[in-house]
């Protein structure tokens, strides 16, 4: 019931910028918990960021804390993922993931993949130095 689709990835320079957007339809309120996830080659997917939607409760993992943010605008329904001097180790696909979780509590804990039910494509980010 759910659908998420990213968009915004692309190539840039170390020190560059990009902003992520996860646009998300359908029977959006029971999944209130939207996270950016990314995989390198070779590498565990790893949780990045989060945000429980009905209170804009977020969190950012330690390797990207002071860079990157994560915001939404309810209007558009979308979440989004600003990412600031960006670092070849960021080089991944991102994905936007959401699920739905009890509180705001369980949605900064929810850092398993395989618990989320809804996926978007991906969207590929590229740094170079």
């Known amino acids: 019931q759910v659908q998420l689709v990213e968009s915004g990835g692309g190539s840039v320079q170390a020190g560059g910028s990009l902003r992520l957007s996860c646009a998300t339809s359908g029977d959006t309120d029971s999944r209130n918990c939207v996270s950016w996830f990314r995989q390198a080659p070779g590498r565990e997917r790893e949780g990045v960021a989060r945000i429980f939607r009905p209170t804009s409760t977020t969190y950012l993992s330690g390797s990207v804390e002071g860079r990157f943010t994560i915001s939404q605008d309810n209007a558009k329904n979308t979440v989004y993922l600003q990412m600031n001097a960006l670092q070849p180790k960021d080089t991944a696909m991102y994905y936007c993931?959401?699920?739905?979780?009890?509180?705001?509590?369980?949605?900064?804990?929810?850092?398993?993949?395989?618990?989320?039910?809804?996926w978007g494509q991906g969207t590929q980010v590229t740094v170079s130095s």
């Open positions: 993931a959401a699920r739905r979780t009890s509180d705001r509590i369980a949605c900064i804990l929810a850092a398993d993949p395989a618990s989320y039910t809804n």
